[in-house]
């Protein structure tokens, strides 16, 4: 095993443990788009199935949403030759973007939204536990940023979630990995990737912004994203201005002060 497979495996394996990620019995749909971070994720569970002394299942889901040209065999072909149990589902979603969005105006909140829609009703059909979605470290600080500096809300991405609606729960296993190392791995193995251009959006430019903006202030000092991701298990609410927030740990929600509990 190399050195870095070792600090992702790792960083899965606390991820996990912390949130409780990954529970005996589970059915885990790991969704895969095509993009280095699904094929890493994917990778790392199943290296993690073989160490863990419970039994949970994988089951990779890719979604064709109809971009022209969209090559998911290359996908399909990988996952058949590795032995992956996978699921393959086709669904036009681009159609509906293009009909719905004005042109010049970003399409991904739709198209995402829509393909959320299609797999979490496709984790329920599958009998699935857990939807594990890419995410690594960078974008959870990045989404951070923008929803502060853009969204006017303190907010990330957690790493485990339950839907609004109960059905499902969103894991991130990759969230304590750096997407550096992440894209390292992916190039070591050589992993057949499908461009995420196709639909011919340009990525949101206030995230090339943030993440421009990261890139920067982590050169200047290498500690800068381990701190933010520090910085969210570190949370001070009396220093904050959410009067909710402090409410709902205990504290007086005008003076701040810890509130001695009732007998
Ligand atoms: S980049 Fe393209 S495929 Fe991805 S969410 Fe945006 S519109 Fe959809």
Redesign the pocket.
């Known amino acids: 095993m190399s050195r870095l497979e070792y600090k992702l495996l790792g960083h899965v394996a606390d991820a996990s443990k912390e949130h409780q990620m990954l529970e005996s019995g589970d059915k885990v749909m790991v969704c895969m788009?095509g993009g280095k971070d699904s094929y890493v994720m994917l990778s790392l569970l199943r290296k993690i199935q073989k160490r863990v002394p419970f039994k949970f299942d994988i089951i990779a889901v890719n979604l064709d949403?109809g971009?022209p040209g969209f090559p998911g065999h290359l996908l399909e072909n990988w996952l058949k030759a590795e032995g992956y149990q996978y699921k393959m589902l086709t669904q036009d979603?681009?159609s509906i973007?293009l009909d719905k969005v004005p042109e010049g105006k970003?399409?991904?909140?739709?198209?995402?939204r829509l393909?959320r829609g299609i797999l979490y009703n496709a984790a329920v059909e599958l009998g699935c536990t857990k939807i594990a979605l890419g995410h690594h470290r960078d974008d959870i600080i990045e989404t951070l940023m923008l929803n502060l500096l853009y969204g006017g809300q303190l907010k990330a991405m957690p790493p485990r979630l339950r839907s609004q609606d109960g059905r499902n729960t969103v894991i991130r296993p990759l969230a304590y990995c750096s997407e550096d190392d992440v894209a390292a791995y992916a190039e070591t193995v050589g992993y057949p990737i499908i461009p995420?251009?196709?639909?011919?959006?340009?990525?949101?430019l206030k995230r090339q912004k943030i993440k421009a903006l990261l890139h920067d202030l982590n050169t200047e000092n290498p500690k800068v994203k381990g701190n933010m991701m520090a910085a969210m298990r570190n949370v001070s609410p009396s220093h904050l201005l959410d009067l909710g927030l402090r409410a709902a740990t205990g504290l007086d929600p005008i003076t701040g002060e810890l509130v001695p509990p009732t007998a």
């Open positions: 788009s949403q971009h979603t681009y973007v970003t399409q991904c909140s739709l198209c995402s393909r995420c251009d196709l639909c011919g959006t340009q990525e949101n």
